[in-house]
């Protein structure tokens, strides 16, 4: 299984992608983590990816595409992965499904996470008191919020064309989403199993949009 998670900084994508990993036993992918690692290190990727993400702004698309594609494949492999953080960007979506698609390991999801603006400016005040980090002051996480809006919702369109969308109520208690996230998973593993029901992202093809 291949699912992606897309939602605005403070959603609660994170949480629910170590659960969904453990609940199917697929490896989470997370890009923000990945890139915090690289900083961690001081690796040349790190160094140019700080600029960026201490900005609140996206890393340049290029950098983070060839970071995960390793990622991808491995995880492929060994059963499945949960994306969280990754496409970000239309560029970064579609460079991703040419080149799931010419190895015959499309994406089989994508969850929305729904959730209000005042909500995740609460949420989002509260995780920089508690993990001090350097991208969540008030200024940058508002200037995140527009970056979203800007480059990352457009997805919700782009993955609704290819049928393979599900939003999902992010607001509520953490449980509940989870289990509502489970249930969907497990209906589409269940569908996709039954009958020959082919993958929408098969039957669209590739020039579909
Ligand atoms: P959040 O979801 O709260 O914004 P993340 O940990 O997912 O936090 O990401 C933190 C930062 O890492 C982003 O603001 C951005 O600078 C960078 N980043 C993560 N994923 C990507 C991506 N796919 N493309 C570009 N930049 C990314």
Avoid: C
């Avoid at 609940?23 to 961690?40: N, Y």
């Avoid at 782009?158 to 969907?184: C, H, K, M, W």
Wanted: aromatic share 8%; charged share 30%.
């Amino acid at each position: 299984m291949r699912v992606l998670l897309i939602g605005p900084p403070g959603a609660g994508k994170g949480t629910q992608a170590s659960r969904i990993a453990d609940h199917f036993d697929l490896a989470r992918i997370a890009t923000g983590d990945l890139l915090r690692e690289q900083v961690a290190n001081g690796t040349e990727l790190g160094k140019v990816a700080k600029e960026y993400m201490d900005r609140g702004d996206l890393v340049p698309d290029d950098l983070v595409i060839e970071m995960t594609r390793d990622r991808m494949v491995e995880a492929n492999e060994e059963g499945g992965y949960v994306l969280d953080g990754y496409p970000r960007t239309l560029a970064q979506a579609e460079a991703a499904y040419r080149w799931a698609l010419a190895r015959g390991i499309p994406f089989d999801l994508t969850l929305y996470f729904e959730i209000e603006e005042q909500e995740l400016l609460a949420r989002l005040a509260g995780r920089a008191r508690e993990e001090h980090r350097s991208d969540d002051t008030e200024e940058t996480v508002r200037h995140r919020l527009e970056v979203f809006a800007n480059q990352t919702r457009p997805l919700v369109d782009y993955y609704q064309r290819r049928g393979i969308l599900v939003p999902i109520n992010a607001v509520g208690p953490i449980d509940a989403i989870s289990e509502e996230i489970f249930a969907t998973l497990h209906w589409h593993k269940a569908r996709t199993m039954s009958a020959g029901v082919n993958r929408p992202e098969w039957v669209l093809g590739p020039t579909a949009t």
